[in-house]
């Protein structure tokens, strides 16, 4: 199979391969199989592995979507209500059906995000990114102070005195970023 942008030839190969959504940001999927052009590097799937894709993506903007305080969320009535619209017809809306304000099931109920929403009045769109990128992402890990001077790395990552963390006024512990 040839390359429509490079005409070179793709290669199949197997394995893990990490993808980028607007969505939920960076993510992988393991064990598929794909064909990758060699100069450009540009990706083509299989079917099998479109739905492996697809079902990764739902399951991790679920997981985020979870995430999301309860009080982000509102009603269907209150819904309606900030986009001038009937239940019904926010019901019925195809774009809102296909996931253009979030949503989560809680007992039974579907609770639509409220800035999702606001973002849907004013833009016809309410997804938004629910997973900062990994480069905004800091980790943090809490030590004892007498154990730090045994680490100077963690996962072959440097670790850097940020600040000192106190729950009751005392040094008894320090965070640390790693990077």
């Not at 269907?76 to 949503?103: E, P, W």
């Not at 007992?107 to 973002?119: C, E, H, P, Q, T």
Request: glycine share 2%.
């Amino acid at each position: 199979m040839k390359c429509y942008d490079c005409k070179s030839n793709y290669t199949k190969k197997k394995g893990e391969i990490s993808l980028s959504n607007n969505i939920i940001g960076n993510f992988e999927v393991h064990n598929v199989t794909y064909y990758k052009c060699p100069d450009c590097n540009k990706l083509l799937f299989h079917s099998d592995t479109a739905v492996k894709i697809e079902k990764k993506e739902r399951e991790i903007k679920l997981k985020l979507l979870n995430q999301l305080p309860v009080q982000d969320f509102i009603s269907a009535s209150q819904t309606a209500y900030l986009l001038n619209i009937t239940k019904q017809a926010l019901h019925k809306n195809v774009r809102i059906k296909n996931g253009f304000i979030y949503s989560i099931e809680l007992d039974g109920k579907k609770l639509y995000n409220k800035k999702s929403a606001l973002l849907f009045k004013e833009k016809r769109d309410g997804r938004f990114l629910l997973n900062k990128t990994l480069t905004e992402q800091t980790k943090y890990i809490i030590f004892a102070p007498d154990c730090l001077n045994n680490f100077t790395r963690y996962n072959n990552k440097k670790i850097l005195n940020t600040m000192i963390w106190n729950k009751t006024n005392t040094d008894s512990e320090k965070l640390y970023k790693y990077i």
